[in-house]
């Protein structure tokens, strides 16, 4: 569990790097078969998926009646969390596998239980940040607004992850 512990905690960082809705997302494979996710076309040098383009709408489309803040919908808070979660689980996957490799151990990655944590905290957050912040006023401080976010679910407040995920952040937290 301790090898994930630094791994999980890029869970804010990967949000604060999520794209949001109104961009093209690529998934793109290298010839080392990684996968990244990126908001600009793949290097020549790999395999490329265009995933997703979403016309853009004006400020604040949002319905009037919508739990989410001017500028947010439905959509937008899936796409977060939905490239929230790849962009967390692979460097969680790729550190964990270095620190098997250091120590000459043979244990797995722990993939379908952290992915369910992961996947849960990321939509979890993507909603609190649709139906608390503006989205220019969210785009404005992203940085901030989810280092807050995510210290008050690690400290057992909204979001608080659950399972491996929340065994390994509150690891890394206390260290």
């Given at each position: 569990?301790?090898?994930?512990?630094?791994?999980?905690?890029?869970?804010?960082?990967?949000?604060?790097?999520?794209?949001?809705?109104?961009?093209?997302?690529?998934?793109?494979?290298?010839?080392?078969?990684?996968?990244?996710?990126?908001?600009?076309?793949?290097?020549?040098?790999?395999?490329?998926?265009?995933?997703?383009?979403?016309?853009a709408?004006?400020?604040?489309?949002?319905?009037?009646?919508?739990?989410?803040?001017?500028?947010w919908?439905?959509?937008?808070?899936t796409?977060?969390?939905?490239?929230?979660?790849?962009?967390?689980?692979?460097?969680?996957?790729?550190?964990?596998?270095?620190?098997?490799?250091?120590?000459?151990?043979?244990?797995?990655?722990p993939?379908?239980?952290?992915?369910?944590?992961?996947?849960?905290?990321?939509?979890?957050?993507?909603?609190?940040?649709?139906?608390?912040?503006?989205?220019?006023?969210?785009?404005?401080?992203?940085?901030?607004?989810?280092?807050?976010?995510?210290?008050?679910?690690?400290?057992?407040?909204?979001?608080?992850?659950?399972?491996?995920?929340?065994?390994?952040?509150?690891?890394?937290?206390?260290?």
């Open positions: 569990m301790r090898k994930i512990a630094a791994s999980c905690a890029l869970l804010l960082a990967c949000m604060a790097g999520a794209p949001l809705a109104h961009a093209v997302m690529f998934k793109c494979i290298g010839n080392n078969g990684s996968v990244t996710y990126q908001e600009v076309p793949c290097p020549q040098t790999g395999d490329e998926k265009k995933l997703k383009e979403v016309p709408g004006p400020p604040g489309a949002a319905a009037s009646k919508s739990a989410f803040k001017e500028g919908n439905a959509s937008d808070i796409a977060m969390a939905d490239a929230c979660v790849p962009g967390a689980m692979e460097p969680a996957r790729r550190d964990f596998q270095a620190a098997v490799k250091a120590q000459g151990s043979d244990e797995q990655f993939e379908a239980e952290l992915a369910a944590a992961v996947k849960a905290m990321c939509a979890c957050l993507a909603r609190r940040v649709g139906a608390t912040y503006a989205r220019a006023d969210f785009q404005a401080n992203r940085q901030a607004i989810l280092k807050k976010m995510n210290d008050e679910a690690i400290a057992g407040g909204a979001c608080k992850p659950e399972g491996a995920l929340g065994e390994a952040m509150q690891k890394s937290r206390s260290q």
